[in-house]
């Protein structure tokens, strides 16, 4: 049974940091990208960054780069998400996703998801 269960979320301050994880179980974890995406009341999800487990090649959506930082620790199983800098706009319900395909289309296509991890940047 695939699962993927995010952890790490909570409540923060406006310029302070927190570090997700997304622990994997089911598949074959290096064939796999696994993709964060995130979604606020009242919005549509936004892809929000993707990793590439084979080979670590990463992709960011404009608004978090260069505050998130996406990693994978594949003795682990595991994909984190480093933000930094958290703005109130950040504050969203963060998913976990994985999918198999070509980079970088597989980031824009995920086949299993997780239950999500809220996080809440205060002003």
């Known amino acids: 049974e695939v699962q993927l269960v995010e952890s790490g979320g909570g409540l923060v301050q406006a310029g302070q940091s927190l570090r997700l994880s997304c622990a994997a179980s089911?598949?074959?974890?290096?064939?796999?990208?696994i993709g964060w995406f995130r979604q606020a009341p009242g919005k549509e999800r936004e892809r929000v960054s993707c990793?590439?487990?084979?080979?670590?090649?990463?992709y960011y959506a404009d608004s978090v780069k260069g505050r998130f930082t996406i990693s994978s620790d594949n003795a682990k199983n595991t994909v984190y998400l480093q933000m930094n800098s958290l703005k109130p706009e950040d504050t969203a319900v963060y998913y976990c996703a994985a999918a198999r395909g070509s980079w970088p289309l597989v980031c824009f296509g995920m086949e299993y998801w997780g239950k999500g991890t809220l996080v809440t940047v205060s002003s």
């Open positions: 990793i590439s487990s084979s080979d670590g090649r990463a």
């Open positions: 089911g598949f074959t974890f290096d064939d796999y990208a």
